[in-house]
């Protein structure tokens, strides 16, 4: 759904305050106002109802549990927001582990002086994501701290999910010769992100693919069961990242094929212009499968015939050699080793 | 990007590196001058599928790692002074400073910004008129331009709280340098592409008279590569020794003069220090005196200790291509990117950096 038509449907209630104060944070009667007429209203359902110190839940049987922080910044970027990114973040991680995601928990950690309509902003977001992602939201907390002790909001959020019955995702499961699959474009979100940095902005039309991919692992488990080796996001630090601490994990060796990989024109040409390498950049909206080589191609046909992974990919292969490392091979023969990244990407000057 | 997959087209380079191996017959060494070529001969991986006869030096062309130890102490100086703001290209933060580097002095408090151009800076400068803005302007001739054109621009809009912490340092100096150090083992030099689109390439000439040694100006594609290394093996295999562009498309004999005058009204030329490799004669751009007031250097009285460098680190002899980095008792021992002794294991353009990453499994990839 377009962000106009989200707080079309949800507007701002009638708060008599315009910014956020320390008094929000403190338990009295502020806070009581920002979370009956501003979070319990929007997020509504049977478990937050009860307003409890914590949420009572039915779960039985095998269960994924993870928790994620969020403190990005700025807080709005071209695709999306905060709020968005930190219920897509946690439910992926919980489907990464081969889960349903059903519970999240929401904590705010605010800076004093965030006008309260972006605050709505960012929740009517969390709101539209949750419905999306087919997950609730049970309980949560809300802190203030002085202004500039923040950057304007951080959030925190815990899923909880039963593992899919036919699931057997373990590290320990790849093996020679299983093929490595990327479900969409890379590199997307992190260059969105770039565009509107301070001091780094350019223009482009590039936004974050920040969405949650629990329906999409849902359908491979549905189809493929234990088939499945292995599903990772590759968020922070990017694809090389996360293959390096698979290969380092599992002590496999993993080759990538430099011409499968996919990145969008424009993300690409941005990179070309700004000396960034694709591998290294930030994703939101992808996540890679291990699998057997037999249903290798049967996935991504199964994945490319979804709107959200429409460019999946074979994009690499497990091999029983230089164990540990990540290379990658390009059509002229070349090889190089794909790193482990330092820290952050630093743009380079030539 | 479609004048980019054009030079990375992989039938075309393998048809160049096929001319390659059939014009080989000696051994050679080739030094690409510039770090942005060892960067592109890495990732392409270029270096694994070259015939064994060609070795390729990794020369001093990395602006990351030839800014003096003393420069990087400056700027971490200045950048942690109260009302100063630090702007600097991206990968000059992590280069090791003889205490800390500017990404430590951040993580400390010091306000440094990454910025991609100096002009930038300029606005920064106009926005925050309160503070200092000084940009670290660190590169060889191809990042002159822009950097003197912030100095121009910020005497235009009248800034008084504008300055530039300059290390500039030129190509053809360098290669004289190399080339009358009695230790200098290189045949041919690859010329750097980007230099020669601001400087041409006529300064070349006496070169190749006076050392009988060729260059070919080449580009950053793996085509580029490629065709540039096969220029020069011809040259050498035929005996001869002259100035080739293999770059065409982008550099002329006498470069973007409009950018040369750019250049030439703000700098002026004189000796330079390199980190690794000492001082070179009339290596280096400076400001001119009507443009001191926008010198750092003279604007802010600095006071550091001079530091000296690592002496278990062979930097200097590594980019002059006397030594390769895995001959360096520290080469990733006490050595790493995550741990650098010296600049060339910072940049993924310097050599060591580079070797490093291709090391660790060099002896079961048969590169």
Redesign the interface.
């Known amino acids: 759904m377009k962000k106009s038509l989200m707080k079309l449907q949800c507007p701002v209630p009638k708060f008599d305050f315009d910014i956020i104060t320390l008094a929000h944070g403190s338990g009295g009667l502020l806070t009581n106002k920002l979370l009956e007429s501003g979070v319990f209203s929007l997020l509504k359902n049977e478990e937050l109802d009860q307003h409890h110190d914590g949420a009572f839940l039915n779960m039985n049987g095998n269960i994924a549990f993870s928790t994620d922080s969020f403190v990005i910044s700025p807080v709005f970027f071209p695709g999306g927001d905060i709020g968005e990114l930190a219920v897509n973040g946690t439910v992926n991680d919980v489907a990464m582990c081969g889960a349903i995601p059903q519970y999240l928990s929401l904590s705010f950690i605010l800076e004093e002086g965030l006008p309260v309509n972006e605050f709505w902003d960012i929740l009517v977001s969390i709101k539209f994501a949750a419905e999306k992602a087919g997950v609730k939201i049970v309980t949560g907390d809300t802190k203030v701290v002085n202004r500039g002790k923040g950057d304007k909001i951080f959030i925190n959020t815990t899923g909880l999910g039963h593992i899919h019955p036919k699931a057997n995702i373990n590290l320990m499961n790849i093996k020679k010769g299983d093929k490595i699959i990327v479900s969409d474009d890379i590199a997307t979100h992190g260059i969105a992100i770039l565009s509107v940095r301070?001091?780094?902005e350019f223009e482009t039309s590039i936004e974050s693919d920040t969405r949650s991919l629990n329906y999409l692992t849902t359908l491979l488990l549905d189809k493929f069961g234990s088939d499945i080796h292995l599903f990772r996001d590759p968020t922070r630090g990017g694809l090389a990242s996360t293959l390096n601490e698979i290969a380092m994990d599992s002590s496999m060796g993993l080759v990538l094929q430099d011409?499968a990989i996919p990145v969008a024109?424009q993300v690409?040409?941005a990179c070309?212009i700004?000396g960034l390498?694709p591998l290294y950049s930030a994703n939101e909206g992808i996540f890679m499968i291990f699998v057997p080589d037999n249903i290798a191609s049967e996935v991504v046909n199964v994945l490319r015939a979804t709107e959200e992974a429409r460019h999946a990919a074979i994009i690499g292969t497990v091999v029983d050699?230089?164990h540990g490392?990540v290379?990658?091979?390009?059509?002229?023969?070349?090889?190089?080793?794909v790193?482990m990244p330092?820290?952050e990407?630093?743009?380079?000057?030539? | 990007?479609k004048y980019?997959s054009e030079y990375r087209n992989?039938e075309l380079?393998?048809k160049v590196?096929h001319e390659i191996e059939k014009t080989i017959t000696k051994s050679w060494n080739i030094m690409e001058v510039?770090?942005?070529q060892t960067?592109s001969l890495?990732?392409?991986?270029?270096?694994?599928?070259l015939p064994k006869k060609i070795t390729m030096l990794h020369g001093p062309g990395c602006?990351?790692c030839v800014t003096p130890l003393n420069l990087i102490d400056k700027a971490i100086y200045l950048a942690e002074k109260e009302d100063v703001i630090l702007c600097s290209?991206?990968?000059?933060?992590?280069v090791p400073g003889s205490k800390k580097n500017l990404?430590e002095a951040k993580a400390q408090g010091a306000d440094v910004?990454?910025?991609?151009s100096p002009l930038?800076a300029v606005t920064?400068a106009k926005q925050n008129t309160d503070k200092e803005v000084v940009f670290f302007a660190?590169?060889?001739e191809?990042?002159a331009p822009a950097n003197a054109l912030s100095v121009l621009h910020a005497e235009k809009l009248g800034l008084t709280n504008y300055s530039i912490l300059t290390s500039h340092v030129l190509v053809p100096p360098a290669i004289t340098a190399l080339m009358e150090d009695p230790e200098s083992n290189i045949d041919a030099f690859l010329a750097a592409g980007?230099v020669c689109s601001i400087m041409g390439y006529w300064e070349y000439f006496p070169l190749v008279e006076k050392y009988k040694i060729p260059i070919v100006v080449t580009g950053f594609e793996?085509l580029d590569l490629l065709q540039g290394i096969l220029m020069v093996v011809k040259q050498l295999e035929e005996g001869r020794a002259e100035v080739e562009n293999q770059y065409v498309r982008m550099v002329k004999e006498k470069g973007n003069t409009t950018a040369q005058k750019i250049i030439s009204d703000v700098f002026e030329v004189g000796d330079q220090m390199w980190r690794g490799i000492g001082t070179i004669g009339k290596s280096g751009f400076h400001l001119r005196g009507k443009y001191a007031r926008f010198d750092a250097n003279k604007k802010f009285s600095i006071h550091i200790k001079m530091a000296s460098e690592n002496k278990e680190c062979i930097a200097g002899n590594i980019m002059k291509g006397i030594s390769k980095p895995f001959e360096c008792s520290q080469f990733g021992k006490a050595c790493t990117?995550?741990n650098p002794l010296g600049a060339p294991m910072v940049?993924?353009?310097g050599a060591c950096a580079a070797y490093y990453?291709?090391s660790?499994?060099y002896k079961?990839?048969d590169?």
């Open positions: 301070e001091g780094l011409e024109t690409k040409a070309e700004l390498d050699d230089h490392k290379l990658i091979t390009n059509p002229l023969g070349g090889k190089r080793v790193n330092l820290g990407q630093l743009p380079r000057i030539c | 990007m980019l992989p380079a393998k590196l510039c770090g942005g960067h890495v990732k392409n991986g270029i270096l694994s599928v602006p990351v290209f991206g990968d000059m933060l992590r990404l910004r990454i910025l991609y930038e920064l660190v590169g060889f191809t990042t980007h793996p990117p995550q940049s993924s353009e990453n291709f660790t499994i079961t990839m590169l």
